[in-house]
């Protein structure tokens, strides 16, 4: 039972270029959550999407950032136009239908974003 | 709007002595609580959760927690540290009856020396 996937591991990318983050959740799980977290930080939550639908983006940058969960297919986390402060590791967490605040979230590796 | 701040950045302890990492959270109603431990250049893993029920809560490798309302807090302990613990940690929270939303906080990193 594979737990979430994330890819790429890591991604070097250049001043104005774009950025695709990929994350397939947990088999099962059907909501899926993505964290940034800066260096010498913790995780700070970005949005949180059902499939087809994103339910939370509170925490995304109001312009560059995009984040979809299509019907079929991974998650995608999508930083246009990226700047060097978007270097960071971006997780994504997966977790059950059930909504109650208790279902653990499960954590994939995490992708690693630098921008040169 | 729910918090967590964890007191002390960097924690060192010697190899067989008390681990204690301290969190406080500030939340309208008592929240759901969790630890979490990330190794380098990894994912996050669930330590342990309190949800309701028993105040004291036992986790993975030896790690417990107490949630004391009247403190707001749920610090983090293990009797005795092994090398092996070296890891950063993080406090988190979310709502109950909400979405499984985390609010992280800032994290702790645990060395470990001989």
């Known amino acids: 039972n594979a737990g979430v996937m994330q890819n790429p591991r890591h991604l070097v990318r250049r001043r104005g270029q774009e950025a695709r983050l990929r994350c397939s959740p947990m088999?099962?799980?059907?909501?899926v959550y993505w964290y940034r977290q800066l260096p010498e930080e913790g995780l700070k939550f970005m949005v949180y999407?059902?499939?087809?639908?994103?339910?939370?983006e509170s925490g995304m940058p109001k312009e560059r950032f995009s984040a979809e969960f299509p019907k079929e297919g991974p998650s995608i986390l999508r930083i246009q136009q990226v700047v060097r402060g978007d270097s960071a590791a971006y997780f994504c967490?997966?977790?059950?239908?059930?909504?109650?605040?208790?279902?653990?979230?499960?954590f994939g590796a995490g992708s690693r974003l630098t921008v040169l | 709007a729910q918090s967590v701040t964890q007191l002390g950045s960097h924690v060192s302890v010697s190899e067989g002595a008390l681990v204690l990492l301290r969190c406080n959270y500030s939340?309208?109603?008592?929240?759901?609580l969790f630890w979490y431990v990330q190794y380098p250049n990894q994912g996050l893993q669930l330590l342990l959760k309190?949800?309701?029920?028993?105040?004291l809560v036992k986790g993975i490798n030896g790690f417990e927690a107490e949630f004391k309302k009247s403190e707001t807090s749920f610090h983090l302990t293990k009797p005795s540290a092994h090398m092996s613990d070296a890891a950063e940690y993080f406090c988190?929270?979310?709502?109950?009856?909400?979405?499984?939303?985390?609010?992280f906080g800032a994290g702790t990193r645990l060395a470990v020396h001989p």
């Open positions: 939340s309208s109603v008592p929240p759901y």
């Open positions: 999407l059902q499939k087809e639908n994103i339910i939370d």
């Open positions: 309190y949800t309701t029920g028993a105040t």
């Open positions: 967490a997966s977790s059950p239908p059930q909504l109650s605040g208790a279902n653990v979230l499960t």
């Open positions: 988190a929270v979310s709502e109950p009856g909400g979405y499984n939303k985390l609010i």
């Open positions: 088999k099962g799980h059907s909501h």
